[in-house]
């Protein structure tokens, strides 16, 4: 149902931006956000924004400034653009969808959990 892609091997000070693919309905109606998780580290929110896009997390100090999620429901897409890249932002990233509204219930936008739909990742690798 969310096809990521767009991961790859990216120098220091890069850009790279991901996609994925929702394929079971429009976006518009869903929270959606992109997760990362780092060998041996738990899943982190790295940006996410509510249904009706009046609402976003910025992902913890480590990111903010440098990544930003956006959607275009025409092509029922979502894409995380990821600028200034640093090799501690190595890892699976992943796209997550909400459609239980377990985001807007708990007020809580970062947490995986309240996500039920799920890519299945695409590695960043940042390196010189």
């Known amino acids: 149902q969310l096809q990521a892609s767009g991961g790859g091997l990216v120098q220091p000070g890069g850009s790279l931006r991901l996609s994925c693919t929702f394929s079971?309905?429009?976006?518009?109606?869903?929270?959606i956000g992109w997760f990362r998780q780092a060998p041996g580290k738990a899943r982190e929110g790295v940006s996410t924004?509510?249904?009706?896009?009046?609402?976003?997390?910025r992902g913890v100090d480590s990111v903010r400034g440098r990544f930003t999620i956006s959607r275009n429901s025409a092509k029922n897409v979502m894409y995380l653009q990821m600028n200034s890249l640093k090799p501690e932002d190595t890892a699976v990233y992943y796209c997550?969808?909400?459609?239980?509204?377990?985001?807007?219930?708990?007020?809580?936008?970062?947490?995986?959990?309240?996500?039920?739909?799920w890519g299945q990742g695409t590695l960043v690798t940042v390196s010189s």
């Open positions: 997550a969808a909400d459609g239980a509204g377990h985001t807007y219930n708990s007020g809580n936008y970062n947490v995986p959990e309240n996500y039920d739909y």
């Open positions: 924004i509510n249904a009706r896009g009046d609402y976003r997390y």
């Open positions: 079971t309905s429009t976006l518009d109606y869903y929270a």
